[in-house]
């Protein structure tokens, strides 16, 4: 499966892809989107580029195994109700603050919490994505 | 105090990282952290001595009463500091037992986890975070048995220590969540003060029932004792630590923390003393007939458990006064044992007590600690172990009733316990010099230090008994009394009948000691344990389940996916489509008129859509209309303002769209599998699903909706959760619980699916 217009195309809707993925996933909590859109967006641009590019290549852009992912997303998750639980607030108990970047951006545990979604989404499709396409 | 007990998880946590990188400082690491908790509860004395009690608590879950709140007072402090203080000793031991062994981490890494989990049960005042601490004991045993897990017997012998004592921790559960209900609170100090209320509640005998399931597996006592001769699979340091010095007398414990609440009746009372008897007798009995040198200890230990079993149910002042002292002489001493135990293993290879011999010559400061354990196991003066045999006859001359067949059962016991003591401690030490076929090179100083201590503490507190009378047992008394307690320990009372008893179990033990070949056989003559004994039950039990779960898998699984789907799908149709038409009847469709064209449209685009997939001849066809019949959902969710769904829709079926294209060119050729009629049984099931899910969704929205919790949640989500998206707000703010459930569920699933296309046709039968 080599397509010039395809792999060519894949090579720049990759980043675009991925940074709308970020996007959904930043600004879930008030316009539509959220971990999980975000989290399979981004799959399906990894999942194209391993179309285009095979999967080795794929694997190659990843930089590391999916199941680092899943870890990496379900220990996220986790981390965001124990800080509210270290705080002596109940498990998972949305916790906000507000960080004056150049524009005011408010902070919480919920964000770290559906980047963890993020995460583990993005593995667990990874995951079969590749074992799929490889087999 | 809850850091005390955190730091051990997390710790342990990055063990095996630290292990990776910097081997040689995480050897002193893992000792540190329980030496500095040993130090932490040693200043502790002082102030709970003088009658305070610490108490610190955070929330956890407070909507369901479920608290992390801890408090120590005498009895949790005895414990504290024997986790803590044996730790730092095991800790030490493991890094010369398993130098250069490559899974060390791992190793500590559970032996942490065990710490931690230990100190949180005896911590605990919540009753629910006690048996969560309980059952992480539990599962830390299994992995810690079962370390050598290339071993089949080690596998096995984990499995069944796993499942005996989860038995026991589903009985606490249920125990607990009654007695959280009889007594109106989950806090032991709250219980405490319900006392009258509960021994009159009409759930008290299954609470005393379950509750006592639960520290009889835990604790090895009969029937449950076997799983603990079989835990002596797992490596000396863990024998040493969790299956003769703290774990296994959690149940001890349990007993002890709960008979100010539940104590008194003669259920209670009798029931503990008679099991604890039948135990005591059973394991001294048993550790006669053993010759593996670890069955021989573990089956001692089980004997104790028994003493300490019935001393607790006996529950007059000086039994409980010759428990707590029993309880902390045999942590000394046996855990010594063990560690020698270890040692002997390690360095011979040998573990059979009839092949060891003489090795005083090549392991002499071994031999010394090993000597000086022995003599306190035995009872012997000035040992700290006198002191307990001496207050073990004092409780039982004054029991209630049946005290002189208690007292035999009790001399009887402890002159077979001498023997044993002279079987471990002096038989491998003694005699002939063995010729050793490797050459030796001195046990290392990590190794002996455990023995050395351990043996040491027990002679000095024999001498100076009142270093801990005060501090350490007194409290601790108190605690399990629930009533203040003064108690002075000497170690000399003058000509009494205690110690007359102690020097007949002597001399009866030395006799048994040297006679004894012809007692294993006579023992071993009248054993019927392997025969018809629990054992026996666990194993008919466990076969008897596979052999049912075969059956069954027989019969309903037959392997073809298209089998399963109609079973599934029949069933819910009927369950679901009958309910649906006695509380509905048959609907009427209505509002025709208010579809608008573009929703026509869009419903007709799903459904012409729908017949191309099932009648295309390729199976390209078949995937590109099927992504045709999703975005025409995600259409149809725009129109009806639900953009997070659409996108999810959107999404979701470009991904589907891709897995099935990567797949297509795998799958055999495009044709006709069925036959006619199997075809119209397939069309009929899918018509029936469509009709009752058109069914469920008129019947749902038809009903008004009963609670006002979406409401609720529209009103709230900007004001309580700082999010304008309410479907997002949902999702990680007010059910992020359920949606931390789904990622690992969904994280269990890809597992699932690469181990299937990974590992397949590598077993042997799959």
């Known amino acids: ?135 | 105090m809850l850091i005390a007990v955190v730091s051990g998880f997390v710790f342990s946590l990055a063990v095996p990282l630290l292990h990776r990188t910097v081997r040689n400082v995480t050897d002193w690491l893992v000792v540190l952290l329980p030496f500095s908790l040993f130090i932490y509860f040693s200043f502790l004395t002082q102030p709970i001595a003088a009658g305070g009690v610490l108490s610190s608590s955070h929330a956890w879950a407070p909507s369901v009463g479920v608290n992390l709140s801890f408090v120590l007072d005498g009895l949790s402090l005895l414990f504290a500091i024997l986790i803590s203080g044996i730790g730092a000793l095991v800790f030490l031991y493991s890094s010369g037992y398993f130098k250069g062994h490559s899974g060390l981490g791992r190793f500590y890494a559970y032996l942490l986890i065990f710490m931690a989990s230990m100190l949180g049960l005896v911590l605990s005042d919540n009753v629910i975070a006690l048996f969560i601490f309980w059952e992480l004991t539990s599962l830390s045993s299994y992995l810690l048995i079962g370390f050598d897990h290339e071993r089949s017997s080690a596998r096995s012998a984990a499995r069944q220590a796993l499942l005996v004592t989860s038995v026991g921790g589903l009985a606490l559960l249920a125990g607990l969540l009654l007695l959280g209900e009889a007594g109106g609170s989950f806090e032991l100090s709250q219980l405490l003060r319900e006392r009258e209320a509960i021994r009159s509640h009409r759930f008290y005998v299954p609470i005393v029932v379950l509750i006592m399931v639960a520290a009889f597996t835990k604790s090895a006592q009969f029937p449950f004792h076997f799983w603990l001769p079989n835990a002596m699979e797992a490596p000396a340091p863990v024998s040493t630590y969790l299956h003769s010095a703290t774990m296994v007398k959690a149940g001890i414990y349990l007993l002890a923390r709960l008979s100010p609440v539940l104590g008194g009746a003669r259920i209670w009372q009798g029931t503990i003393v008679v099991v604890g008897a039948i135990t005591m007798l059973i394991g001294a009995c048993l550790a006669i007939k053993e010759t593996d040198i670890k069955r021989i200890l573990a089956y001692s230990t089980v004997s104790i458990l028994g003493v300490l079993t019935f001393l607790l149910g006996l529950g007059t002042r000086a039994a409980v006064e010759a428990a707590v002292a029993y309880l902390f002489i045999h942590a000394l001493y046996k855990a010594g044992l063990f560690l020698v135990a270890g040692i002997i293993d390690h360095e011979t290879g040998i573990r059979d007590v009839t092949r060891l011999s003489g090795l005083a010559r090549i392991m002499p400061v071994t031999a010394l600690a090993a000597a000086v354990a022995g003599l306190s196991m035995a009872g012997l003066p000035p040992l700290f172990g006198f002191i307990g045999k001496e207050l073990l006859y004092t409780a039982t001359l004054q029991a209630p009733l049946a005290n002189s067949i208690l007292t035999a059962a009790v001399l009887l016991t402890s002159a077979l316990l001498v023997a044993v003591a002279g079987i471990v401690s002096l038989g491998p030490f003694i005699g002939r010099t063995m010729t050793l076929s490797e050459k030796h090179g001195g046990v290392p100083l990590t190794m002996t230090a455990g023995p050395v201590v351990l043996a040491g503490l027990g002679l000095l507190i024999g001498l100076l008994p009142n270093l801990v009378a005060g501090r350490i047992v007194s409290s601790a008394v108190g605690a399990v009394l629930a009533q203040p307690a003064a108690i002075k320990l000497a170690l000399l009372h003058g000509l009494t009948v205690q110690l007359g008893l102690s020097g007949l179990t002597f001399a009866l033990g030395v006799t048994a000691y040297l006679r004894r070949d012809a007692l294993r056989r006579a023992v071993s003559r009248f054993d019927l344990g392997t025969a018809l004994g629990p054992a026996k039950g666990y194993s008919l039990t466990l076969d008897g389940m596979t052999a049912l779960a075969r059956l069954q898998t027989r019969i309903l699984q037959s392997g073809h996916l298209h089998i399963y789907l109609f079973i599934i799908l029949a069933v819910t149709v009927g369950l679901v489509g009958s309910w649906l038409v006695r509380y509905y009847g048959l609907m009427r469709l209505e509002g025709w008129a208010d579809i608008r064209f573009y929703e026509f449209l869009t419903a007709l685009v799903i459904v012409a859509a729908t017949i191309v997939i099932v009648r295309a001849s390729s199976r390209l066809f078949s995937v590109v209309a099927l992504g045709v019949v999703g975005y025409s959902m995600g259409i149809i969710y725009i129109i009806f303002g639900a953009p997070d769904l659409a996108m999810t829709q959107f999404s979701i079926d470009t991904l589907t769209v891709i897995l099935l294209l990567l797949v297509l060119y795998r799958l055999p050729r495009y044709a006709r599998y069925s036959t006619t009629l199997e075809r119209l049984r397939d069309a009929a099931i899918a018509l029936a699903v469509g009709v009752l899910v058109t069914g469920l969704t008129l019947a749902a929205t038809a009903v008004p909706p009963i609670s006002q919790i979406s409401s609720y949640f529209a009103e709230n989500s900007y004001l309580l959760a700082k999010g304008r998206n309410v479907v997002n707000v949902i999702l990680v703010d007010f059910r992020a619980f359920d949606t931390l459930g789904e990622i690992t569920v969904l994280a269990v699933a890809a597992i699932g699916v690469y181990s299937l296309m990974k590992l397949r046709g590598n077993g042997s039968d799959g």
Do not use: C
């Open chain 1, 1 to 135: 499966m080599t397509s010039l217009i395809l792999s060519t195309a894949t090579t720049y809707l990759l980043p675009l892809l991925l940074l709308l993925s970020v996007y959904l996933l930043l600004h879930g909590h008030d316009v539509p989107g959220g971990g999980f859109v975000g989290g399979v967006v981004a799959a399906a641009a990894f999942a194209l580029y391993a179309i285009a590019h095979g999967v080795e290549e794929a694997r190659r852009v990843l930089h590391t195994h999916p199941r680092t992912l899943i870890g990496l997303g379900l220990l996220t998750a986790l981390l965001s109700g124990v800080i509210a639980f270290v705080s002596n607030e109940p498990f998972l108990k949305g916790l906000w603050t507000t960080v004056t970047l150049p524009v005011e951006w408010k902070l919480g545990t919920p964000t770290l919490f559906d980047v963890g979604v993020y995460l583990v989404v993005v593995g667990v499709t990874l995951m079969i994505i590749f074992s799929v396409a490889e087999d």
